[in-house]
């Protein structure tokens, strides 16, 4: 017979396998945005299926004991969550402290109980380069610049890190973010002590640029919701009637997609979709008696053939700017090479050859088209976009330091940005790595692996070739790492509300703040909660 102890030892370690469940579990329903009331449902779930699955065996009546134990309540869900949470909170701290430098993107947005959010996502450097939310803080009062800035610094002071080792701050461009007087991104770097990086999110400023299209195309756009909303919104058999039309003309597509103002290049997956079913639309209105005489107008089908075509290749620009872990110096060169397009895309309209437009390509071989106002409005884009990023303009000089530093002297650098950092010694770096052929092959290895490197994990091939580089280039890695850290966008940010939104859904608005920031918390991380230590820590509370 075994001993007491021993005996009290082996019920205590089972206690302790069921606690460490408890959370496991826990952990997956706030990964997946699950309600803490699933805690029971699935504890259920995994009796009835193991009355089926462990049917035969010895034991059987020691795994389901061990089942029962899990304790699993929601308000058990509820504090395994909190704790898990502040266990992320501090491992990010630990990080965000021992990092050199970090940078910050943010945004404001409002919950589903009109209650103003702030999501503050931290890029920083430890064994790998991070993209964490640091906090979805709720704004209780005004949301201005001073109190964004205010619920900004009080949150890293309550933590404990030091603001002033801040490279870059990324906004959506809101006034209460970027004002020259009381903007939070001012007010912040007044707190931080010295310039900081300051960019508009390209993603968003790409969105404006789309945006400013001419009245006549606007009013294209219009017609084409109005339309749509008639087919697919105003009533279910409507919508029935037009899907079974498309199917009997074998159209390529079977359906169209509503459009969403708030995310305004969505028109064009309408666009596309509607003009791939434009003869079967005309049909289907006349036989529901709509007059659309625009429909049959040359001008305004070539501005639709047009827009779908130019709205395209918006989009797909906007996908490639999407997306997490993506480099500055990848966004930046995106960027820049859709403006070189746009130059190619004015050309390709005035010769009249429509290379880039298939659809206006179509429409020219049925007959003639007058191009001079969809030239204009290539122009105006074209210049909307050369002029809008100017942050972009300033600072994308610097980035490709991160893969290519013998191209640089130095100079290309914003002295206020990196004399902070203590870089005194950049330019005799610079020299010794030059000269160095071990590490000038190591940069040339760099950029040949990155050929082949998806997009979102080139970060972390630039940082791996950094870490390796001796202390006696510390100057550069520092700055290295510094460009490393940049956001070139708040897509991250947008990403989190979307989860707050999928959290606080209205059969769950009664969750508080802190735990819908917990939920989505556990949600984003890429930290691994440390269950193992907080389940041993925890008394067992039996199952309830």
Same mark, same amino acid.
């Given at each position: ?217 606007? !009013?294209?756009? +219009? ?7 008639? %087919?697919? &919104?105003?009533? $279910?058999?409507?919508?029935?009637? @037009? ?118 390509? !179509?429409?020219? +071989? ?7 106002? %969809?030239? &204009?409005?290539? $122009?105006?884009?074209?210049?909307? @976009? ?159």
């Amino acid at each position: 017979m075994r001993s007491k102890p021993a005996l009290f030892m082996s019920l205590l370690d089972v206690k302790n396998n069921a606690t460490e469940a408890s959370y496991q579990i826990a952990n997956c329903i706030a990964k997946r945005g699950k309600p803490f009331t699933d805690g029971e449902y699935i504890k259920d779930a995994f009796l009835s299926c193991s009355e089926v699955l462990f049917d035969g065996l010895p034991n059987k009546e020691t795994i389901m004991s061990k089942i029962k134990d899990i304790p699993m309540s929601a308000r058990t869900v509820q504090r395994r969550i909190e704790e898990m949470a502040e266990n992320v909170n501090e491992q990010q701290t630990a990080g965000l402290k021992d990092a050199m430098v970090f940078s910050v993107a943010l945004d404001e947005s409002v919950d589903i109980n009109d209650i103003p959010r702030l999501a503050v996502m931290a890029k920083y450097c430890d064994s790998n380069v991070r993209e964490e939310l640091c906090c979805l803080k709720a704004m209780t009062d005004t949301t201005k610049g001073e109190d964004i800035a205010k619920v900004f610094v009080e949150h890293f002071e309550e933590r404990g890190v030091d603001v002033g080792r801040i490279f870059a701050i990324t906004t959506d461009g809101a006034p209460a973010m970027v004002g020259k007087q009381k903007g939070a991104v001012r007010l912040i770097e007044e707190k931080v002590g010295h310039p900081i990086m300051k960019l508009h999110c390209i993603i968003h400023q790409e969105n404006l640029c789309a945006k400013m299209s001419n009245s006549d195309l606007n !009013e294209v756009m +219009a017609t084409v919701v109005k339309i749509v909303n008639f %087919i697919v &919104k105003r009533s $279910s058999l409507t919508h029935r009637q @037009f899907q079974s039309l498309l199917e009997e003309m074998d159209s390529t597509y079977k359906d169209i997609p509503l459009h969403s103002a708030v995310r305004w290049l969505s028109c064009g997956k309408v666009l596309e979709r509607f003009v791939g079913c434009f003869d079967s639309v005309k049909a289907f209105l006349a036989e529901k008696g709509q007059v659309y005489n625009e429909l049959d107008d040359e001008t305004w089908v070539l501005k639709l053939m047009f827009l779908a075509d130019i709205t395209g290749h918006l989009n797909e620009l906007n996908l490639r700017l999407q997306g997490a872990e993506q480099t500055i110096l990848n966004m930046f060169e995106t960027w820049a090479s859709f403006v070189d397009k746009l130059t190619i895309f004015s050309r390709d309209i005035s010769s009249s050859k429509f290379q880039y437009f298939k659809h206006v390509r !179509e429409l020219s +071989a049925q007959r003639s088209i007058n191009t001079g106002e %969809i030239s &204009k409005y290539i $122009s105006e884009l074209e210049s909307e @976009f050369k002029t809008r990023f100017g942050d972009f303009r300033k600072y994308g000089p610097m980035f490709p330091f991160l893969i290519n530093p013998e191209s640089f002297d130095g100079h290309e650098f914003d002295e206020s940005l990196i004399g902070w950092m203590n870089t005194q010694d950049m330019e005799m770096q610079l020299i010794e790595l030059k000269t160095s052929a071990l590490w000038m092959t190591k940069f040339a290895e760099l950029r040949k692996e990155l050929e082949t490197t998806a997009g979102n994990n080139q970060g972390s091939c630039i940082f791996t070739c950094w870490a390796s580089l001796p202390e006696k280039f510390c100057c550069l890695k520092r700055l290295a790492l510094a460009l490393l850290t940049v956001f070139g966008s708040t897509y991250l940010c947008e990403q989190i509300f979307s989860h707050m939104n999928s959290v606080l859904s209205p059969s769950r608005n009664r969750l508080s703040v802190d735990h819908s920031e917990a939920c989505v918390q556990l949600k984003v991380t890429h930290y691994t909660p440390k269950i193992t230590e907080l389940s041993k820590g925890k008394q067992d509370q039996g199952a309830h």
